[in-house]
């Protein structure tokens, strides 16, 4: 299954070092390639040797090996790799890579790596819990990286909890379906709008709403993990995804605009965008003076971005979102129909985590074969890659 896959293993400095020796041998089993970077650190736990012997491949810690002269180039390294997995991945390197610092051969080739990256923690409960860790591991998901979250059990502690790296046969689980992934796909060109959109009442405010751009991020970090080329039209959000082309746009005319230019050469388009459905007539010159009691202001309806490219879809694959606060199946049901979706994504102010700014999201899938399909609350990198696997089990 992995015959002539390229990996790349980096091991830092935890104690769950020593189950990347079975690591090795399951990958070897499996056909793949692997070659090891090891920080210091790792080698207090498990040794190179060790590693070495296991991956038929010198194991690589420094920029310069003392004894042949060799220059190890990490940027070469990183080009050779189908799969980058650092593992286990310990709360210092964790950091240093939220960070962008750069003191070791392991932590350059994560930053000149091009091929998808995977992390794996492992460290203790507390370290794991701290929110200076949750922060680091969501900002290397903001960078497009996957991580593979620690595991509840006993620790090398002592205590009990969630800290343990996920154990060698699930790795090679994940990493199977995620090199069978990369390229599923490939060539594909894939269009996301993402954000609120801002319309302005004068030039100091405007009619918005809570949207963040987590949701839209993650969908394009998953799309992009596919072999996808993908481009996000997105609203002033707070997230935007670093994996692929952002046109940032203000309104929903600038948003229809930019996403109908590129619609007719996208394969598959997910509107996760929370555009605005109404604008102010005629936005003010100056700033408007508050010198009255009470201000009206007329508003006229926007252009619905999916209905208008619902109707000139093609070979198009549309996926639209449906938030709703009442009435959610069936509103979600009439949208799909009524905006030309081949599966809508429903997701509900109701359900507590789930929406505006959460980082989790509980969503059922709706889609024009009378499908549904509910999930439990979930992260929404994990979300998106549902609406990928599903999209990828349907289109193509
Ligand atoms: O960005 P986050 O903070 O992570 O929040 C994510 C989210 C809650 C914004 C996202 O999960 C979501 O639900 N996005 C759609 C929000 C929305 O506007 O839903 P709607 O039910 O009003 O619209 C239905 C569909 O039509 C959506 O696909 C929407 O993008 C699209 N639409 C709506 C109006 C309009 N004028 N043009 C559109 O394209």
């Given at each position: ?14 104690i769950?070092a ?18 090891v ?32 002269g060799?220059w190890?180039?990490?940027v ?5 790799a ?9 709360a ?15 932590l ?25 860790t949750?922060?680091n ?6 960078f497009?990286?996957?991580v ?11 205590l009990s ?18 090199l ?34 987590k ?13 996808a ?9 707070d ?7 952002v ?10 605009k ?7 050469e ?42 208008t ?17 009442n ?7 009439e ?11 429903l ?13 989790t ?6 889609d ?25 089990k349907k289109?193509?």
């Amino acid at each position: 299954m992995l015959a002539g896959k390229k990996i790349l293993l980096a091991v830092c400095g935890s104690i769950a070092a020593y189950k990347t020796a079975f690591f090795v041998r399951l990958l070897k089993k499996e056909g793949a390639e692997v070659k090891v970077i090891m920080t210091e650190s790792a080698k207090d736990f498990i040794t190179p040797l060790t590693l070495a012997t296991l991956s038929k491949n010198p194991v690589y810690s420094e920029y310069f090996d003392e004894n042949s002269g060799e220059w190890h180039n990490h940027v070469e390294l990183g080009m050779w790799a189908d799969l980058m997995l650092i593992a286990p991945l310990s709360a210092n390197t964790l950091g240093k890579m939220a960070n962008g610092i750069c003191d070791n051969l392991l932590l350059a080739t994560y930053l000149s790596a091009k091929c998808p990256v995977m992390v794996a923690p492992a460290m203790d409960l507390d370290m794991y819990q701290h929110p200076t860790t949750q922060e680091n591991l969501k900002k290397l998901q903001s960078f497009g990286n996957e991580v593979i979250e620690a595991r509840d059990g006993e620790l090398a502690s002592g205590l009990s909890g969630q800290g343990r790296m996920a154990e060698p046969e699930e790795l090679l689980e994940i990493l199977k379906k995620k090199l069978t992934n990369s390229e599923a796909l490939k060539g594909k060109k894939v269009l996301i709008t993402s954000g609120p959109t801002f319309e302005a009442i004068d030039p100091v405010r405007f009619i918005g709403n809570h949207s963040s751009g987590k949701m839209g991020t993650a969908i394009a970090n998953a799309f992009k993990n596919t072999g996808a080329d993908v481009v996000v039209v997105s609203g002033p959000a707070d997230h935007f995804p670093h994996t692929s082309e952002v046109i940032k746009v203000q309104s929903a005319e600038e948003m229809l605009k930019e996403t109908e230019k590129r619609h007719h050469e996208a394969d598959v388009v997910v509107f996760s965008a929370a555009v605005s459905d109404y604008r102010p007539k005629d936005p003010a010159k100056e700033k408007i003076k508050k010198n009255d009691d009470s201000l009206q202001l007329e508003l006229i309806k926007n252009p619905d971005i999916a209905a208008t490219l619902g109707e000139k879809k093609k070979h198009q694959y549309h996926v639209g979102f449906a938030l709703e606060t009442n009435n959610e199946s069936v509103n979600a049901r009439e949208k799909l129909k009524k905006k030309n979706f081949d599966l809508i994504v429903l997701n509900s102010l109701n359900d507590s985590g789930a929406g505006f700014q959460k980082d989790t999201n509980k969503v059922t899938f709706f889609d024009k074969d009378n499908n549904e399909q509910k999930f439990e609350l979930k992260s929404k990198v994990e979300v998106a890659q549902d609406i990928v696997d599903y999209v990828i089990k349907k289109h193509s």
